[in-house]
C-alpha cells in the first residue's frame, strides 16, 4: 500500500501549476459521448477519476486515445452500448453523467446509483426528476437505474435544490433533444460553464450556464473538435491553503482568478496578502499574523465545499476561535477524527465545526478519509511537528495531479513510499 511521508514545519515556497479541472474532466468526457467525429481535450489532469470515467466510456465503444498525459482524444462513433459496468461506476459519482450522456446518445441508460466521497445522503432525486420532465421513464431495480428516453424531448425544469450534478446531467439530456428546455435554480459552478462551453464549441445551443436559468435548443447532432478543459479552482485553493497555512509565500499559477473569488476574499480576511495576476495569484502569509474568521460553505459563489476540510485546518494554525459552517452537505466533518490524531482542537455539531486554532499539530499516522479530507491531512502534516504518513492515498490520487511532485517543487519534505 502507497503512503505519503512529510516532514513539517517548512514555509512553502516557490511556484505551482495548477492542472485542468477534475469536475469539469469528469462531465466533459462522457459528453464527448454526444458527438460526432473525434473529440480533442486539452488540459485533462492525470488523475485516478478520469482513468476511471474513460474506462467507462471505453467500456460502452468509444475509442479514447492519450497523445500525452493531459490531452485525450475521444472517438463515439462505434458506441453501442448502454448499460454502464456496476464495479466501474462505483468507483466514483461522476458515473451518473453517462446517464444524461446515453439518454441523449442512444435513447436508452442503465447505470447503477452512483460512488464516490461519503459525506451523508447523496440522493439523485433532482437528476431524476429533471429526466422524466424531459420525456424519460425511469424504473430502478437492485443494480441500475433504468432510464428509457424514446420520447425525450425538450421541457421545463425546476431543481428544487442547487445542484451541479443534476445541472449538468440535465444539460447532457437536453443538448440533442428536440424542442426547447428551460432549466431553473441551476447550480453556477465553473465547470458547468465549462461544460455548457465546451458543447456550445462542437455544435450546441445552450444559453445562460453560470447563471440561474439556462436555456437549451435542442440540435440534432454536434460535431467535433478541440477544446481546453478550465483550471481547478479546487486544487489551486487547496495550494492557497497549503501556502497560508505553513506561512509561505506561493505563487499559484495557470488559474482563473475570477473563479477564486470567495475564497480570495476569505483569505484577506484573515491576514493573508494575496496579489492577483492575469492567470495566477499569489499568497504570502509570511510576515505578519493572521486572524481566526467564520466562514460558512455555500454554492458558487460561494465558498465551495471542497475547500472546507483544506480551510478548517488553516483556521486551526491560527490564535483564536474560528466557526466553519458546512452549507451544502448533511455530514462532511467526519474527517475531524481522522486529524484528532494530530491534536487538532475542533468541536463539531452538526453542520458547525468551532475551532480552537494556534496550538501545534503533531505528525501522526493518518488515512486520508476521502478525497478533500486527505488534501487537508496533507496541509496539516506540511504544518505539524515531526513526520505525518498518510495512507488510503487512492481518495488524494483520484482528484490531485502529481501532489507530491508540485509539492516538492515548493520546498515540502515529502515522499511517497511503497510499503
Ligand atoms: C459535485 O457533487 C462535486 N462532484 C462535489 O465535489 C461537490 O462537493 C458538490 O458538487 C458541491 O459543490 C462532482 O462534480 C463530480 P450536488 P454533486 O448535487 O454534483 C443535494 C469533490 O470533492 N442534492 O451539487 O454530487 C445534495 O445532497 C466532490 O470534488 C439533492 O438533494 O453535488 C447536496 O446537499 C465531492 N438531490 C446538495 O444537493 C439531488 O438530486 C449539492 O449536491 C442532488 C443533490
Known amino acids: 500500500m502507497d503512503k505519503i511521508l512529510i516532514k513539517g514545519g517548512i514555509p512553502l515556497k516557490g511556484e505551482v501549476h495548477i492542472s485542468g479541472a477534475k469536475n469539469a474532466a469528469v462531465a466533459i468526457i462522457p459528453a464527448a459521448l454526444l458527438v460526432e467525429g473525434k473529440c480533442t481535450i486539452e488540459n485533462v489532469p492525470d488523475i485516478s477519476d478520469v482513468d476511471s470515467i474513460l474506462a467507462m466510456i471505453r467500456s460502452l465503444g468509444a475509442r479514447v486515445e492519450k497523445p500525452d498525459i493531459n490531452t485525450v482524444v475521444i472517438d463515439a462513433e462505434n458506441v453501442s452500448g448502454c448499460t454502464a459496468q456496476p464495479e466501474l461506476a462505483a468507483k466514483m459519482r461522476a458515473s451518473y453523467y453517462l446517464m444524461g450522456a446515453l439518454i441523449g446518445r442512444m435513447g436508452e441508460a442503465h447505470v447503477p446509483p452512483p460512488g464516490g466521497c461519503n459525506f451523508g445522503t447523496r440522493p439523485i432525486d433532482q437528476h431524476l426528476k429533471s429526466f422524466e420532465c424531459l420525456g424519460c421513464m425511469i424504473d430502478t431495480d437492485d443494480t441500475f437505474v433504468n432510464i428509457n428516453a424514446d420520447d425525450l424531448s425538450g421541457g421545463n425544469v425546476y431543481f428544487d435544490v442547487v445542484s451541479v450534478g443534476a445541472t449538468i446531467n440535465a444539460i447532457l439530456a437536453a443538448t440533442l433533444a428536440p424542442g426547447k428546455t428551460i432549466l431553473e435554480n441551476c447550480a453556477k459552478e465553473p465547470h458547468v460553464v465549462d461544460l455548457a462551453n465546451f458543447l456550445n464549441s462542437m455544435g450546441a445551443n ?133 486529524l484528532e490524531k494530530m491534536d487538532i482542537n475542533v468541536d463539531v455539531k452538526g453542520t458547525v465545526a468551532t475551532i480552537k486554532g494556534g496550538t501545534p499539530l503533531k505528525g501522526a499516522s493518518v488515512s486520508a478519509t476521502d478525497l478533500r479530507a486527505g488534501a487537508s491531512m496533507v496541509i496539516a502534516a506540511l504544518c505539524a511537528e515531526g513526520t505525518t504518513e498518510i495512507d488510503c492515498l487512492r481518495h488524494i490520487d483520484r482528484g490531485y495531479e502529481h501532489i507530491v511532485d508540485k509539492l516538492i517543487a515548493i520546498g515540502a519534505q515529502v515522499e511517497r513510499i511503497n510499503d
Open 206 to 338: 445552450i444559453k445562460g450556464a453560470g447563471t440561474d436559468i439556462i436555456k437549451i435548443v435542442g440540435v440534432s447532432s454536434l460535431r467535433g473538435g478541440t477544446y481546453s478543459i478550465i483550471p481547478d479552482q479546487i486544487e489551486a485553493g487547496t495550494y492557497m491553503a497549503a501556502a497560508a497555512a505553513t506561512r509561505g509565500d506561493v505563487i499559484i499559477k495557470n488559474i482563473i482568478p475570477k473563479h477564486l473569488e470567495s475564497i480570495t476574499a476569505k483569505f484577506e480576511e484573515m491576514g493573508v496578502t494575496i496579489e492577483e495576476y492575469d492567470e495566477a495569484v499569489r499568497v504570502k502569509a509570511d510576515d505578519k499574523p493572521l486572524k481566526s474568521i467564520r466562514v460558512k460553505t455555500l454554492p458558487y459563489p460561494g465558498f465551495p465545499t471542497d475547500l472546507q476540510p483544506p480551510m478548517v485546518v488553516l483556521l486551526a494554525t491560527v490564535s483564536g476561535t474560528s466557526v466553519v459552517t458546512e452549507g451544502v452537505w448533511d455530514s462532511r466533518f467526519q474527517y475531524i477524527s481522522e
